[in-house]
Nanobody, 126 residues
Framework: QVQLVESGGGLVQAGGSLRLSCAAS????????MGWFRQAPGKERDFVAA????????YYADSVKGRFTVSRDNAKNTVYLQMNSLKPEDTAVYYC???????????????????WGQGTQVTVSS
């Protein structure tokens, strides 16, 4: 089983950038698709982005397309979320998660993921 630890969150002004990292332990990281979700206060946890096991396919929520980029380095057991042109509405706790990757339709849904990190706070000031 893989364990996930996010880092890289913080406070940034609107228009700024942050890069989140998700480090995985375990030897099966490169067999999983990986996803990023976020949860703002008082709201449900929403899909942000996902990447296939080999990085060949990426998926994004409409709200972040063109601003966020998901990538992975399987040699380092790490997945990244580069966030540019940040907006106050991007403020949330960001989570990474692991998906067995059998069905890409599951990448957009929480139920498709079996392992979650503890989350990292991203705050965007206006």
């Amino acid at each position: 089983q893989v364990q996930l630890v996010e880092s890289g969150g913080g406070l940034v002004q609107a228009g700024g950038s942050l890069r989140l990292s998700c480090a995985a332990s375990g030897r099966t990281f490169d067999s999983y698709a990986m996803g990023w979700f976020r949860q703002a206060p008082g709201k449900e946890r929403d899909f942000v982005a996902a990447i296939s096991w080999n990085g060949g396919s990426t998926y994004y929520a409409d709200s972040v397309k063109g601003r966020f980029t998901v990538s992975r380095d399987n040699a380092k057991n790490t997945v990244y979320l580069q966030m540019n042109s940040l907006k106050p509405e991007d403020t949330a706790v960001y989570y990474c998660a692991a998906n067995d990757g059998v069905y890409s339709s599951s990448y957009y849904r929480e139920w498709g993921y079996h392992t979650w990190g503890q989350g990292t706070q991203v705050t965007v000031s206006s």
